[in-house]
């Protein structure tokens, strides 16, 4: 099979490989997935540029959590039932060596979501890691129904899923943006309001909610965590998924004068029931319509170094997809 990987980690375009490979089987309890699309997040950057500083788990890597294709061969004590069927995928390269940024993929059964009637491979991609995360960050402090919520980082692709799985479990979403192009992304999403970044910004939550928002969905905890201790209500929650600073200081006291509760966010080790509810949840909002996440640009396998690189650099906001 055609596949890309690297073996050292670097910059994408000294890494990255594109080769034959000997496609892969499903073992007892797994799928295997002909992909049309793998999706890139930004932890397959990370990860292929030692950001975090875990080195090399596996000697030969191929990268990507997230791909969507159609299952064409399953493992014992799966139904051959599956095979057929289109299918979005998540964590194939969590605690695994080999991902989607291949024409082949095999992944556990409880990994794979079905994709949607009228739903794209591409949009496929997008789904896992954003989804999941989304989904935990809104849900784990608990129901969020009547409440109002703060989703920092609106447009972005977990801000998005966020801002659209909290309103659809009945929420009020207030999302904060950097640019009008943005706001309109997560309006479209589904947020009530969405307020531009800037002077002002925690007094012009507190006006929306004037007793504090009740939980807050966080993608710059460094850079945000003075303006969410300040809108918190009392009792309030934090959910954390990225920081903008790998050491973020804490406002130690307000916290605690607030009651707060901190949450953070890894979608690796979100506990898999969870996993399988919010890809339930998912697949219930592109049924009921909604459109899914921006895509940005599409390359194909053999340009995936420059992909990558689109990550590191975009031009414009939205997800990068890596057709096959």
């Known amino acids: 099979m055609l596949a890309a990987w690297y073996e050292k980690q670097g910059p994408a375009h000294e890494v990255l490989t594109v080769g034959e490979m000997p496609e892969p089987q499903p073992l007892a309890g797994e799928v295997r997935i002909r992909l049309a699309a793998s999706g890139i997040n930004a932890g397959d950057v990370k990860k292929r540029q030692d950001a975090y500083g875990y080195g090399m788990p596996y000697p030969r890597i191929i990268p990507h959590s997230d791909g969507a294709g159609s299952v064409d061969a399953v493992g014992a004590g799966v139904s051959s039932q599956w095979v057929g069927r289109r299918v979005w995928c998540y964590a194939a390269q969590t605690y695994r060596p080999f991902g989607t940024a291949a024409e082949y993929t095999v992944v556990p059964l409880e990994r794979v979501a079905l994709l949607p009637d009228g739903v794209a491979f591409e949009q496929g991609a997008c789904l896992g890691i954003p989804g999941i995360t989304a989904h935990r960050a809104v849900h784990v402090a608990g129901p969020v129904q009547g409440s109002t919520i703060l989703v920092q980082g609106g447009a972005g692709a977990v801000g998005a899923c966020a801002v659209q799985l909290a309103q659809r479990a009945g ?20 947020a009530d309001v969405a307020l531009l970044t800037g002077e002002g910004l925690a007094a012009r939550i507190r006006e929306l909610a004037p007793d504090g928002v009740q939980h807050i969905v966080e993608v710059a905890l460094g850079a945000n965590i003075e303006t969410d201790v300040t809108v918190l209500a009392q009792g309030g929650s934090i959910a954390t998924y990225a920081s903008d600073v790998f050491q973020p200081e804490i406002p130690y006291w307000p916290l605690v004068f607030s009651n707060a509760r901190l949450f953070f966010i890894g979608s690796d080790d979100v506990p898999p029931t969870a996993k399988k509810e919010a890809a339930l949840a998912v697949n219930e909002a592109l049924a009921a319509g909604w459109p899914g996440l921006d895509i940005a640009a599409t390359f194909p396998l053999e340009a995936i170094a420059q992909a990558h690189e689109y990550v590191e650099h975009p031009t414009q906001p939205g997800r990068v997809i890596v057709t096959i």
């Open 171 to 190: 929420a009020r979403v207030i999302a904060t943006c950097r640019s009008d192009d943005d706001r309109a992304i997560a309006l479209r999403a589904g």
